[in-house]
């Protein structure tokens, strides 16, 4: 099968079983992902959106954010993972675009990487979700599953993924892509002990190919 064949497989697979993925942060507004996306590194969506709604509510945009007491805020976020590090990053994220961008959340990859607290990924992940900007974000289900299924070969970080996926998925499709493959992480192609049995991407994934001929192999 060809790597052409394989992602063509995938795409029909997921444009079928999953039309509607997206991202399971509860947001109102692009200031609301960003601070959601932030507080997801090294968390789960699940504990992201149990403690963003008293904080949102608190700190209902950047300019009250931007004026932040850190104790405060702290205080609201403290059952997140590194919340002494993340309540830095929200207040500085607050000021640069209130003095830089007018209180507006930038929407180009470029703006958005020079906030505190805000990489290629979470970058990717705004420009992908608000603006449907052909964008892959590669958190670690995207890097795992695409190597597993044989969408990346030899991809040894989250860039190179990156680059694989954007040269081979349609250019209209990339922003869903991303949550396809984030979801399929998540549920199904568990980091340890993945579903197999109930993968419908089992006739052309090569994680499977292997695992089968190893059973076949084995006494």
Request: overall charge positive; glycine content about 4%.
């Amino acid at each position: 099968m060809t790597k052409k064949e394989r992602y063509s497989f995938v795409i029909v697979y997921f444009q079928q079983h999953s039309p509607d993925a997206e991202t399971e942060l509860i947001y109102d507004s692009p200031y609301q992902l960003l601070v959601a996306v932030i507080l997801s590194a090294q968390c789960t969506d699940k504990r992201v959106n149990m403690t963003t709604p008293a904080l949102f509510e608190k700190f209902p945009d950047t300019k009250k954010l931007a004026r932040a007491n850190p104790a405060e805020l702290l205080h609201l976020i403290k059952s997140i993972s590194y919340p002494n590090n993340k309540t830095k990053h929200l207040i500085g994220m607050a000021k640069m675009v209130e003095e830089n961008f007018d209180g507006k959340i930038p929407m180009t990859v470029g703006e958005l990487v020079q906030l505190p607290g805000v990489g290629r990924k979470t970058a990717n992940v705004i420009t992908s979700v608000i603006d449907n900007q052909p964008n892959m974000a590669v958190d670690t289900h995207v890097f795992r599953v695409a190597a597993r299924i044989g969408l990346t070969t030899g991809a040894k970080t989250p860039l190179a993924t990156e680059k694989q996926l954007l040269l081979n998925l349609p250019e209209e499709l990339i922003h869903k892509a991303h949550h396809w493959l984030i979801l399929h992480g998540r549920y199904v192609c568990i980091a340890r002990n993945p579903k197999c049995e109930i993968c419908g991407i089992r006739p052309v994934c090569l994680y499977y190919s292997r695992i089968s001929k190893d059973k076949k192999a084995s006494p």
